[in-house]
Each structure stands twice: as C-alpha cells, then as structure tokens.
C-alpha cells in the first residue's frame, strides 16, 4: 500500500523506532532508517530490512540532538530519494529522577530530542508534502503524553508538548492531503524501558521484579506489554490511503492504561 513511497524513520536502530521501520517496509516504503549504535550491526539491520521487504534502505547515523543533525538527516533523504513523504519522529530518550534532583542537563537533553527535534524535521518536510498533496507525520508521544507519572517531569513535559505540535501541524496542513498524528504506546518491551528498570528501582527503594509489577504494569489494565509490531502496524495503517481523514489524534496503544 505504500509502494514507492519513502519514509524516514528517526531513532530506528532498536525498539518501537525498528518496529515502524519493519511495518513500513513491509507495506512497500523506501526507508531511511537513523539512530545510534554499532555501525555493524546497524548495517545488519539495514541489509536484512532491505533483503526481507525488498525495498531499498539507507541508514543515517546523525544524532538529532541538534537541529543541524536533523537537517543532515532530512537533507540526506531528499538527496538520495527525492522526497519524504512519511516522516516518523520517534527518537526518544528518559531519565526519571525527581524534580528537585532531576538534571538540568537532563532536562534540556530530553526537550531537544524527545520534542525540539520533532519540530526541526518536520519544519523541513511539510512544504514539500503540502505541494504534493500527500504526506503522513507521525509522531511516537507516549501515555505520558496524557497523563503524568511522579519522577518523569521532562518526559511527561515534552511528550504533552509534543501532542500539542502535532495538532496545530495537523490544522495547517488539513486541506492539503497531509495528515500528523501521535501514537501513545504505553509500557512496550524495548531497551529504554529495560534502562529504566534499574532508576525506577532507585527512586522507588525496591526490587526490579517489583518495579515491573508494581510500577510499569501498574498502570496497564491488561498487564501485558504492548509490542513494537503493534505500534508499526498502527503507524502503516495511519501511513496508508485508509488514514487520509484520520488526523490531528493522539492514539493510546496503552492495554487502557489512559482509560483510568
Ligand atoms: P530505544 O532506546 O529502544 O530506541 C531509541 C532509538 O533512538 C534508538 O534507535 C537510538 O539509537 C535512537 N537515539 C537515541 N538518541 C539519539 C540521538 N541523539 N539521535 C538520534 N537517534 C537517537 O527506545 P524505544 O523504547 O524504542 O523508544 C522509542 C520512542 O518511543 C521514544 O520516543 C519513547 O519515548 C517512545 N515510547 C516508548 C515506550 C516504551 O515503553 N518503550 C512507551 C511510550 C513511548
């Protein structure tokens, strides 16, 4: 359903940034997938995504931490495909700590990627989209970006900014086939929340199995995780012709964490 079309996909060497990048492929989209991490390995995910779906895969490694790296990034992809017409912001990163002890450094780190670096991208994207009276923004905010949790005060902070971007980019761009949607996982498997198993067992005084009991499925009235394949097959559905009314959202995958 997406055949031809070219996609990037921010933060896809791991996690819900490589489910997207899987579904998007699969359904037939050029990729360029971004992150950090062991270039071999990267290559391996680049090779094996472009041998699966056969559809052609570039990996850019520029760090979104700054607007000039994103630009790189969005540059990189016009050059090599001629277009972008999915973008997904999904890099991210965490650090839970309560307010008086949360880092400065932190705090302005969180902001940079998890919400500045949405803005820059797709800043870069949406004239071009506009003119072509197709494209999808897709942005991966998180249940935190509906509801707060104690001890993540920048993620919950840039996460609500981040669902208030994406519907005013979402009213600009209503009339010219160009939709921007949020995606709110709540707890999925992935190496950030495997990270944060040991800080929330810091902040909280307990045990690691108790933090995943207690903490994280805590708030998941299924109590299971979500997966990064349902994440991806959500944002290829948004991503597809079926999507075109749907906009302006913020879609909880949260086992109905946000229904509380
Ligand atoms: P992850 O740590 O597995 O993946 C993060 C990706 O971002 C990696 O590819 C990493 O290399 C990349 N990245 C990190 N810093 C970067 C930088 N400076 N520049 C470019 N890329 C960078 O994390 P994940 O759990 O897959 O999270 C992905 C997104 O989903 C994040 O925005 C996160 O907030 C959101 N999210 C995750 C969950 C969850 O439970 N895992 C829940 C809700 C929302």
């Given at each position: 359903a997406?055949?031809?079309?070219?996609?990037?996909?921010?933060?896809?060497?791991?996690?819900?940034?490589?489910?997207?990048?899987?579904?998007?492929?699969?359904?037939?989209?050029?990729?360029?997938?971004?992150?950090?991490?062991?270039?071999?390995?990267?290559?391996?995910?680049?090779?094996?995504?472009a041998?699966?779906f056969?559809?052609?895969?570039?990996?850019?490694?520029?760090?979104?931490?700054?607007?000039?790296?994103?630009?790189?990034?969005?540059?990189?992809?016009?050059?090599?495909?001629?277009?972008?017409?999915?973008?997904?912001?999904?890099?991210?990163?965490?650090?839970?700590?309560?307010?008086?002890?949360?880092?400065?450094?932190?705090?302005?780190?969180?902001?940079?990627?998890?919400?500045?670096?949405?803005?820059?991208?797709?800043?870069?994207?949406l004239?071009?989209?506009?003119?072509?009276g197709?494209?999808?923004?897709?942005?991966?905010?998180?249940?935190?970006?509906?509801?707060?949790?104690?001890?993540?005060?920048?993620?919950?902070?840039?996460?609500?900014?981040?669902?208030?971007?994406?519907?005013?980019?979402?009213?600009?761009?209503a009339?010219?086939?160009?939709?921007?949607?949020?995606i709110?996982?709540?707890?999925?498997?992935?190496?950030?929340?495997?990270?944060?198993?040991?800080?929330?067992?810091?902040?909280?005084?307990?045990?690691?199995?108790?933090?995943?009991?207690?903490?994280?499925?805590?708030?998941q009235?299924?109590?299971?995780?979500?997966?990064?394949?349902?994440?991806?097959?959500?944002?290829?559905?948004?991503?597809?012709?079926?999507?075109a009314?749907?906009?302006?959202t913020?879609?909880?995958?949260d086992?109905?964490?946000?229904?509380?």
């Amino acid at each position: 359903a997406l055949v031809g079309k070219v996609a990037v996909v921010t933060g896809s060497t791991s996690g819900i940034g490589l489910g997207v990048a899987r579904a998007l492929a699969k359904a037939g989209a050029r990729l360029v997938i971004n992150g950090l991490g062991e270039a071999k390995e990267i290559d391996k995910t680049r090779r094996r995504l472009a041998e699966q779906f056969r559809v052609d895969v570039r990996y850019d490694n520029s760090n979104l931490m700054e607007s000039a790296g994103v630009a790189r990034l969005i540059d990189g992809a016009v050059n090599a495909f001629g277009q972008v017409d999915i973008l997904v912001n999904n890099a991210g990163i965490q650090h839970v700590a309560p307010v008086e002890e949360f880092p400065g450094d932190k705090w302005d780190a969180i902001l940079a990627l998890n919400l500045s670096a949405a803005f820059h991208a797709t800043r870069l994207v949406l004239g071009a989209m506009k003119e072509n009276g197709y494209g999808r923004i897709i942005n991966i905010a998180s249940a935190h970006g509906l509801v707060a949790s104690p001890f993540k005060a920048a993620y919950v902070a840039a996460k609500h900014g981040l669902i208030g971007f994406t519907k005013t980019v979402a009213l600009e761009a209503a009339e010219f086939g160009v939709t921007a949607n949020a995606i709110c996982p709540g707890y999925v498997w992935t190496p950030l929340v495997e990270r944060q198993i040991d800080e929330q067992a810091a902040a909280h005084g307990i045990p690691r199995d108790q933090v995943v009991r207690d903490v994280l499925l805590a708030q998941q009235p299924n109590k299971r995780f979500a997966t990064v394949e349902e994440i991806g097959a959500l944002a290829a559905f948004l991503a597809s012709a079926n999507g075109a009314s749907i906009t302006g959202t913020a879609l909880p995958v949260d086992g109905g964490w946000t229904a509380h």
